[in-house]
């Protein structure tokens, strides 16, 4: 069963932007996360934390890789997270995961996120 669901991944030129979005799925959309976030995976490479946000409050953490180009932000009416991402890089390349946790450390770190989703692929390229 899908837990959460992401969108708004695509193929853009370095400089551009895209916005990515994840929503909870049929299955949870009943849960009420503590912390929602995103993660990327480039082949051969670990994943990576890139963006947390803190529900209940809106606090945000963004990993220094994206500092300054990428937002996180949520929609508490349509229950929803986003990921603005500006001033794209080809390094930026990288399947794209939405998470989420009901209870625990809320950080780009944090390895406490226990619902995910499908993934949804970001390529930048000239």
């Known amino acids: 069963q899908v837990q959460l669901v992401e969108s708004g991944g695509g193929s853009v030129q370095p400089g551009g932007s895209l916005r990515l979005s994840c929503a909870g799925s049929e299955y949870t959309y009943s849960i009420n996360f503590y912390c929602m976030g995103w993660f990327r995976q480039a082949p051969g490479k670990e994943r990576e934390g890139v963006a947390a946000i803190h529900t209940d409050v809106g606090t945000t953490y963004v990993a220094s890789s994206v500092k300054g180009r990428f937002t996180i932000s949520q929609d508490n009416a349509k229950n929803t997270v986003y990921l603005q991402m500006n001033s794209l890089k080809p390094e930026d390349t990288a399947m794209y995961y939405c998470?989420?946790?009901?209870?625990?450390?809320?950080?780009?770190?944090?390895?406490?996120?226990?619902?995910w989703g499908q993934g949804t692929q970001v390529t930048v390229s000239s």
């Open positions: 998470a989420a946790m009901v209870r625990g450390y809320c950080s780009t770190s944090s390895r406490e996120f226990n619902y």
